[in-house]
């Protein structure tokens, strides 16, 4: 599977994004330069919105970590949302839910 990233700007003023498909070792560059390109340009707050990713393995997590570093050093925040129950126990098991603002699973949700 391949990696579709939409993006928009919310009413927040926000930058809201989320990645279609998979992020893995063929697709974490794409994502992690797509992203390093949005905060560069609009210097937004960022929720990553999990809904329509079905699968992250370890290189995506390195990406989002680089990517929680790189809004660290732009004095920016980073949230994720909506992550399905799998992808969810992945950031349980390597203590990222620590690091990261994650919003809570809706009930039911895969």
């Known amino acids: 599977m391949s990696l579709k990233i939409e993006y928009s700007i919310t009413s927040e003023n926000e930058l809201e994004i989320k990645p279609v498909g998979e992020v893995d070792i063929y697709t974490s560059p794409e994502l992690k330069n797509k992203i390093f390109e949005?905060?560069?340009?609009?210097?937004?707050?960022?929720?990553?919105?999990?809904?329509?990713?079905?699968?992250?393995?370890?290189?995506?997590?390195?990406v989002l970590m680089s990517i929680y570093k790189k809004m660290q050093e732009n004095s920016l925040n980073?949230?994720?949302?909506?992550?399905?129950?799998?992808?969810?126990?992945?950031?349980?098991?390597?203590g990222l839910i620590k690091v990261f603002d994650i919003q809570e699973l809706k009930n039911g949700q895969d």
């Not at 980073?78 to 349980?92: A, R, V």
């Open 78 to 94: 980073i949230k994720i949302s909506n992550l399905k129950s799998n992808i969810y126990k992945l950031f349980d098991i390597t």
């Open 38 to 62: 949005l905060i560069d340009n609009n210097k937004l707050n960022i929720t990553i919105n999990g809904e329509k990713l079905e699968y992250i393995d370890s290189t995506g997590l390195g």
